[in-house]
């Protein structure tokens, strides 16, 4: 999966956010603008190849404050369109560097 995928996605408004999105970006207290600007700057950290119904990622941003952020996309080839099924703010306690789970 590329990055530049789900970034066109976004620019191109061809996102579909999953209620489970929705409620944890609320939890988190993130915007959709936040959430999509730490994609635009961010880094694939984990792919999910056979996810289904679609290839999956983790990609891992900031925030406009520098804040990390987490978010885990599906993307489809076919249509072009992004899925966000999740976003949090990670735990320190759980990732090294934001980047690494811990074991």
């Not at 209620?19 to 609320?26: G, I, L, M, P, V």
């Amino acid at each position: 999966m590329d990055i530049n995928d789900i970034i066109e996605a976004i620019r191109a408004n061809m996102v579909r956010i999953t209620d489970h999105a929705d409620e944890e970006a609320q939890t988190d207290k993130l915007s959709f603008d936040e959430i999509f600007y730490s994609v635009f700057q961010g880094e694939i950290i984990e792919d999910y190849p056979i996810d289904k119904p679609y290839p999956g990622c983790l990609i891992y941003g900031q925030t406009f404050r520098g804040e990390p952020v987490h978010s885990v996309w599906a993307y489809n080839e076919q249509n072009r369109w992004a899925v966000l099924i999740t976003v949090y703010r990670p735990d320190t306690a759980r990732w090294i560097n934001w980047r690494k789970r811990r074991k």
